[in-house]
């Protein structure tokens, strides 16, 4: 396991490398830099400043720094807003976006696998045509046009719920809602096929055989080995919950990553582009690394399999 | 020298064989004694009842009758084999006994099982569960996939007995120990800690075994316990039912098709057709005199070493569609002495000898003045 572990971190380490050297090349491909505007500077001005953000060295040399930076985790300071390093920006907006996120993938597990489990419990019952229906609607409406929706009916036309920012739980409620309905509907139904396909097998008559209550039976002996593929597609659904926060975080105004990521783009402010993408992408691979993790948990055999492969 | 040494050695002689004879005697009783443990005695004491079982269900195409009428005693400490090829009820007649009939589709329709008196098919889901796995346990098919993947061995063989009995953690584990042991596990400590797919398939099944004995049923229904096993673990599983019956005196429902373990492990057989029960009787009365000729069929279509010569007989025809199922005897259309009247009304039940029964026409008086002819 020990080993499994630390190749599984070898090769975190890889693909952020990867990522990063990726996001470098597609960087300075894009044309333009920082200082490219309409309003003229002077010259010299413009020269300083290049050298003072390293530019006017040649792309290796940039390379190099960049990597350094990756390593030592300083990106300086953002070219636009000169008196903000990047390290502040994430510091300050990562959390909020943070506290978004996990909030969304909480909820949207959570609500999906009990979704889940009752339409399987209930199949084609009520129950499982109003779940799968509803999640038909989750899967295909696209959690823009639901935040706009929830705007307009919940905030505005109703006035239960505030429409914007990010100051109360009560602020929570919309863009969660908004963001969470995809997933949960996508785990929900997932949860189901699976679900339904556990209850034939033969263990789940076992344990009915034992005589066990039935709620024992689904929380045991069903559901766990039912979440197998929910935490498959958990990797995915992370990083497109977390790219989603973007979208949400613009129509809520709420001031997480998603903005500084979106300008420091149009911006060409390569230390912000720089910061933001390899501190998200490390997340997100370090996310991937622990839903690897959990798989090992919840099923015992991919453990020994492992454990094999370290002999 | 006299006679005074004669009368000694005399005397000594006779003393010697005083002690031979007590000797003798001795080993008498012995040897009745071990006679007496391993000849089975089954007791005229009913555990299970019967009577009359229709089980029938609802699906798109219609109505099945999976079971029609099926009725049987089972005594204590007795094993009782029920036969007949896929599809004739054996499976849902025992899942019926055990409450595990899908409600819906499935339905009890009519008849009565009792367990030691007391009816089974009018207990609530609740009270059901009450005698599941405590009086009445089951036996899966496939040991593969009896077992739950992501529960290690330990805890699926306590769970039963905290479920139903007020025990601590550790009187668990103790009484999960025994078990593995009475099934024949080698260092079951160890082994409790273990996942299903760290064991072989012979394994599994003794610990399906002893998952389903953990909690000292009296009635245990194995359906086609050794079907899923290679023929050597066939034997050994089938020699552990033998002892775990002789030291526990469980009754055991046997469902299989295999005449093999019949004639190894059965005290009597019940054949069934078509969702009834045509012939049942003691296992000889059943091997050496079956009246019925699905019976006869059955038996000749099994390969037997004895008879080299000889050819398989298959039993042509294939079994009755039980959406519709026939009036008369339902084997009619497969039977090699069918009669007019088979066809039209269904034979009564005939009893031959005290244990021994059939439903079929052939034993009418008139059919066999018929055949006589």
Not at chain 1, 297 to 311: M, V
Not at chain 2, 107 to 127: A, M
Not at chain 2, 253 to 261: A, C, N, R, S
Request: charged fraction near 20%; include cysteine; charge should be neutral.
């Amino acid at each position: 396991m020990l080993k499994y572990t630390l190749k599984r971190f070898v090769m975190m380490i890889a693909t952020i490398l990867i990522i990063a050297t990726l996001t470098f090349v597609l960087m300075h491909s894009i044309p333009g830099s920082p200082f490219n505007e309409e309003r003229t500077t002077n010259e010299a001005i413009q020269e300083n400043l290049e050298r003072f953000y390293k530019l006017d060295q040649p792309l290796p040399v940039q390379y190099a720094y960049y990597l350094k930076s990756i390593v030592t985790f300083d990106f300086g300071p953002s070219i636009k807003k000169p008196n903000e390093s990047v390290n502040e920006l994430l510091a300050r907006g990562f959390p909020i976006s943070f506290e978004l996120g996990m909030t969304t993938i909480l909820v949207a597990v959570i609500s999906g696998i009990l979704l889940g489990t009752f339409a399987a419990l209930r199949h084609n019952g009520v129950i499982d045509y109003a779940a799968m229906t509803f999640a038909v609607f989750g899967i295909s409406i696209p959690n823009f046009v639901l935040a706009t929706l929830l705007i307009q009916k919940l905030a505005v036309d109703w006035n239960i719920l505030p429409p914007a920012t990010w100051s109360s739980p009560l602020h929570m409620i919309l863009p969660v809602a908004a963001l969470a309905t995809g997933p949960m509907a996508i785990i929900a139904r997932l949860t189901r096929s699976s679900m339904l396909e556990v209850l034939t097998q033969d263990y789940i008559k076992m344990a009915r055989a034992k005589g066990l209550s039935p709620f024992r039976i689904i929380a045991r002996h069903a559901l766990r080995n039912a979440l197998m593929p929910v935490v498959t597609i958990m990797g995915t659904m992370l990083a497109g919950i977390l790219t989603g926060t973007f979208v949400i975080e613009k129509i809520f105004a709420i001031p997480g990553m998603g903005k500084y990521f979106v300008e420091s783009i149009n911006n060409r402010d390569y230390p912000v582009i720089m910061g933001t993408t390899v501190f998200y992408s490390s997340f997100l691979v370090f996310m991937l690394f622990l839903v690897d993790i959990v798989y090992g948990f919840l099923d015992p055999r991919i453990k020994l399999h492992k454990k094999e492969g370290e002999a | 020298m006299n006679n005074e040494q004669q009368l000694a050695a005399v005397k000594e002689m006779e003393r010697e064989k005083q002690l031979d004879a007590e000797r003798s005697e001795q080993e008498l009783v012995n040897v009745k004694q071990t006679v007496q443990k391993h000849r089975k005695v089954v007791s005229t004491e009913k555990v299970l009842e019967v009577e009359n079982l229709h089980v029938s269900f609802t699906t798109f195409g219609g109505t099945v009758q999976a079971v029609r009428g099926v009725s049987f005693d089972l005594y204590k400490g007795e094993t009782l084999a029920i036969v007949g090829e896929s599809g004739c009820g054996k499976s849902v007649t025992s899942n019926a006994i055990m409450g595990l009939i899908p409600q819906p589709p499935g339905r009890i329709s009519d008849g009565k099982v009792q367990f030691k008196g007391r009816e089974l098919t009018t207990l609530t889901k609740k009270e059901l569960r009450k005698i599941q796995g405590v009086d009445i346990s089951m036996i899966f098919q496939d040991p593969m996939t009896a077992l739950n993947p992501t529960l290690t061995i330990g805890e699926q063989l306590m769970e039963g007995v905290r479920t139903h009995f007020k025990v601590s953690k550790s009187e668990a584990k103790e009484k999960a120990l025994a078990m593995l042991n009475l099934v024949g596990i080698p260092n079951p400590a160890e082994r409790l800690k273990q996942y299903p797919h760290q064991f072989s398939g012979g394994m599994r099944q003794r610990i399906v075994i002893a998952i389903a004995l953990i909690c000292e049923p009296e009635l245990l229904i194995a359906d086609e316990p050794t079907t899923a096993l290679d023929v050597t673990i066939q034997a050994q599983i089938l020699e552990l039912f033998e002892e775990i019956q002789a030291k526990t005196g469980v009754s055991i429902v046997l469902i299989t098709h295999d005449l093999g373990v019949v004639a190894k492990i059965a005290d009597r057989i019940a054949v069934m057709y078509a969702g009834k029960i045509i012939e049942i009787g003691d296992k000889r009365e059943i091997f050496y005199t079956p009246q019925h000729p699905y019976t006869q069929g059955l038996l000749n279509s099994v390969p037997r070493l004895d008879l080299l010569e000889e050819e398989l007989q298959p039993i042509d025809g294939t079994p009755p569609d039980l959406f519709a199922p026939p009036k008369g005897c339902p084997f009619t259309a497969r039977c090699p002495f069918a009669m007019t009247v088979c066809e039209h009304v269904h034979p009564a039940t005939t009893t031959l000898t005290k244990t021994h029964a059939v439903d079929c026409w052939l034993q009418d008086e008139r059919a066999k003045q018929l055949w006589e002819a």
